[in-house]
């Protein structure tokens, strides 16, 4: 699986960015979708996910309420949309997916193994 992240920026505090990432090479619908992100410095951390069960969608509560993850299965793209950023969003945010039909947990590392590139925000204060 090929992922490609893009979307990122800077932006003020208060704004709004979306990522997108598009994948090829596997089916979104039977997988977990995962975006992360990783601050200078910090341990890469999870940010929000879209589970191939019933395509509930879970977040971090440091984003839950600013952020909303959603993606196209048709375009094989995984969308985050960003909004009400703060200077402590910056990082580079990376997309990634399970294998399939996974039972595991959704919000860690080793869930996921196949990851995008990675794409930087910054939010400036």
């Known amino acids: 699986v090929q992922l490609q992240a893009s979307g990122g920026g800077l932006v003020q505090a208060g704004g709004s960015l979306r990522l997108s990432c598009r994948a090829s090479?596997?089916?979104?619908?039977?997988?977990?979708l995962g975006w992360f992100r990783q601050a200078p410095g910090k341990e890469r951390e999870f940010v929000a996910a879209?589970?191939?069960?019933?395509?509930?969608?879970v977040y971090a509560d440091s984003v839950k309420g600013r952020f909303t993850i959603s993606r196209d299965n048709a375009k094989n793209t995984v969308y985050l949309q960003m909004n009400s950023l703060k200077p402590e969003d910056t990082g580079v945010y990376y997309c990634?997916?399970?294998?399939?039909?996974?039972?595991?947990?959704?919000?860690?590392?080793?869930?996921?193994?196949?990851w995008g590139q990675g794409t930087q925000v910054t939010v400036s204060s």
């Open positions: 090479g596997r089916t979104f619908s039977s997988v977990h």
């Open positions: 879209i589970l191939w069960i019933g395509g509930t969608t």
């Open positions: 990634a997916t399970s294998l399939p039909y996974y039972r595991g947990n959704y919000y860690g590392l080793e869930t996921y193994n196949d």
